[in-house]
């Protein structure tokens, strides 16, 4: 069964990551023009976040 994970990177978005591989990566922010994907608005808009991991491997 591959590994999967969620990782909210610090001040950007969400990392979904396979096998340690990134395979998409979802806006947090709410500013993209590409929803649910990341365009990198954060970065202009001053999103402020914490870094966390979440594991969904068997859930």
């Known amino acids: 069964m591959p590994k999967v ?8 978005p969400n990392l979904v990551m396979v096998d340690g591989k990134v ?3 979802l806006c947090r ?7 649910p994907n990341c365009d990198g608005s ?3 808009a001053g999103f402020a ?3 966390a ?4 491997t068997g859930a």
């Open 29 to 35: 922010c709410g500013q993209s023009k590409h929803k």
């Open 49 to 51: 976040a914490a870094k």
């Open 5 to 12: 994970e969620i990782q909210s990177s610090e001040n950007g």
């Open 42 to 44: 954060h970065r202009t």
């Open 23 to 25: 395979v998409a990566a």
């Open 53 to 56: 991991v979440v594991d969904v």
